[in-house]
């Protein structure tokens, strides 16, 4: 290990390793660190790269949003998807996502696999490697203090550094404070090594955090279910956009055909962040059953989430929901109204955008869900280039960041984990190599 490099990048996942390729492929000497004990972050549970197609359309998805970086995400996905085949990472044709979205699937281990390659050739990737503080010289950030594995400290020297430690959303206290005060408890979704370790390092050096309480990505999953990595797609209730979503005082208080990730946001807003989804027997055959995204497999979510002890269960009629268990906490007698209204194409709670139907196919499909976060909105403070900012919006001289350690990009809205990921991570390495050269 060198204690002298060009660019130092602190994790391991889709943004630090799309950094530490392009910076290797750029001529440039990388040392690549990350807490975990393998490579590849919450990248791996993913495998779509996909954002909105054009400036108006992501605007439109997310109008809150910073538009410089809104912009720059728009530009820069077609060379996102020009890197990923340059590095001979197949890469799928162009497919609909959540409406407004294009993207492409792909293989996220071998796309790690591949970068780790690249970075190895030249540089060093070390692993279970805690990244104490940054080190700053007259305001600027000239390396960092490093616990290695076997527990000895080093100080690194590096002309860049770049963050990319995966968000915050595994720190309990860290989601209640920028999250929402509910964002406790919930559920992960996402590996457990992002814990703000990226956030911490940026603010100690001079930079800020952004997008406090501006939402999370995440999805509904079934309650009282452990989630675990290897069922985190197959348990995530996508089809909720195709259901109804009642709160535990039996009020529908969102569109649900917004999206499952938009609904995950507002069920963490209502009493207890809890509520049941409800979908009719055309809505199981075709969507809790059917594949999200063209391409993906499809998985009967509602039998799975039954096999693992969820509270799920089969109701024959709208009366049946008035017989639902006091122990539960619900209105049941208040959502056995609105079912049998919607049901007969009566108005009851948001009107229904993009799925009006009735929903009057016996039986219903229940199930008790609550929000899983994979990655907050709030975080690190950049510019389009991923230069890191300070609360003034003055450039940290030698820090950048990406991936879901940066904020401000996303505001109450989704479009796209992944792309930003490599998009401003490939930003941040060439804005690196042109100044560094």
Not at 48 to 70: F, K, Q, S, V
Not at 124 to 144: F, I, N, R
Request: hydrophobic share 45%; net charge negative; aromatic share 8%.
């Amino acid at each position: 290990m060198k204690d002298n490099v060009d660019l130092l990048v602190v994790g391991g996942g889709m943004a630090g390793l799309t950094a530490a390729a392009r910076a290797a492929r750029h001529g440039l000497d990388v040392l690549l660190v990350d807490s975990a004990p393998n490579l590849g972050g919450s990248a791996l549970y993913a495998g779509y790269l996909w954002t909105a197609p054009t400036i108006e359309a992501m605007d439109e998805a997310n109008p809150h949003g910073d538009p410089a970086l809104n912009a720059a995400l728009v530009d820069g996905f077609g060379g996102a998807v020009d890197f990923l085949r340059g590095l001979e990472v197949p890469c799928g044709p162009a497919v609909p996502i959540l409406r407004f979205g294009r993207g492409h699937q792909f293989d996220t281990a071998l796309y790690v696999d591949t970068c780790r390659k690249i970075v190895q050739e030249g540089g060093t990737v070390l692993m279970s490697t805690t990244t104490e503080k940054l080190v700053v010289d007259a305001g600027v950030v000239t390396g960092a203090e490093l616990t290695l594995p076997g527990g000895e400290s080093r100080t690194v020297t590096a002309r860049a550094t770049l963050l990319a430690t995966g968000g915050f959303q595994a720190d309990a206290g860290l989601r209640a404070e920028l999250v929402h005060d509910s964002a406790r408890e919930i559920p992960l979704r996402s590996n457990p090594f992002s814990r703000g370790d990226g956030l911490r390092l940026a603010q100690g050096a001079g930079g800020a955090a952004v997008n406090e309480r501006g939402g999370f990505y995440g999805h509904l999953v079934p309650a009282h279910v452990p989630l675990e990595p290897d069922v985190f797609v197959d348990l995530a209730l996508y089809y909720s956009e195709h259901a109804l979503l009642f709160n535990l005082a039996g009020e529908r208080f969102i569109d649900e055909t917004v999206g499952d990730h938009l609904n995950a946001m507002a069920l963490l807003d209502q009493p207890e962040a809890r509520g049941l989804l409800v979908t009719d027997a055309r809505g199981y055959r075709e969507f809790v059953t059917g594949a999200y995204v063209e391409g993906a497999p499809a998985t009967d979510k509602f039998a799975l989430a039954w096999r693992r002890g969820g509270r799920c269960v089969i109701a024959d009629d709208a009366e049946d929901f008035a017989a639902m268990p006091p122990e539960w906490g619900y209105d049941g007698a208040r959502i056995a109204e609105q079912v049998a209204r919607l049901a007969r194409g009566e108005a009851a709670g948001p009107a229904r955008e993009f799925d009006p139907r009735p929903l009057d196919e016996l039986p219903y499909y229940v199930v008790e869900t609550v929000p899983a976060i994979t990655f907050p909105f709030a975080g690190v403070r950049i510019d389009p280039r991923g230069r890191v900012l300070s609360a003034t919006a003055k450039v940290v001289p030698g820090l950048y960041a990406a991936g879901s350690d940066i904020g401000g990009l996303y505001v109450g809205a989704y479009a796209g984990g992944l792309a930003p990921a490599v998009v401003f991570a490939l930003a941040g390495a060439d804005d690196i190599a042109a100044t560094l050269k």
